[in-house]
């Protein structure tokens, strides 16, 4: 993981109280990731010369369980600060579009080239996980963080797995997609 190629992501989400330790949230988010093997210390990654880029948007819903909860956050006696804790998961399914730059800066979307022979379609599924905290502050306002783990059930969301097709059994572009070490030059 290479911090230069963090993205951020965007997002909202309504949630539904069942009752003070359950609630259900539905959200819709919107994720970038990226990665180039140039960046890597790897002189076998460095050497195979990929990249890409993909745009995910994601409708995730939930479950929430409360478990943790101080009503009274600094013993004001005036109950309006409080603090919450909850678990989460739930199912997301998801489209996504991986992308790269062509030699010459044009963006080409990868999935139709099937660079490792391998056909997948635009939209998957996620399971999220995670662990929530909640503040409120003035019983107006509140701030949260979740710490979550998505657990995909593709490899390709950067069109790349590891399987090596024989450039012969490849269209022209699928093939020069697949191995851009020509890009390198002449470099072991």
Known sequence: MKFSKTQFTAGGF??????????????LNWVRIEGADNTSTNPGRVGRNLSFQDDIVELSVTGQIFFYEMPDLGHTYRYRNDFKMYVFGGVAPF??????????????????????????????????VGLGLLFTIDKHHRIGWEFNWRTTFTDYLD??????????????ESAKYANRRDELGNTD
Not at 15 to 25: C, E, G, T, V
């Open 159 to 172: 069109d790349c797995s590891g399987n090596y097709v024989d450039p012969r059994t490849q269209s022209e």
């Open 95 to 128: 489209y996504y579009d991986p992308t790269t730059k062509s030699y010459e800066g044009e963006t080409v979307h990868l999935r139709p080239l099937e660079t490792e022979g391998k056909h997948y379609g635009p939209i998957n599924v996620a399971i999220p």
């Open 14 to 27: 309504a949630r539904y109280k069942f009752s003070s330790l359950i609630s259900a949230q539905v959200g």
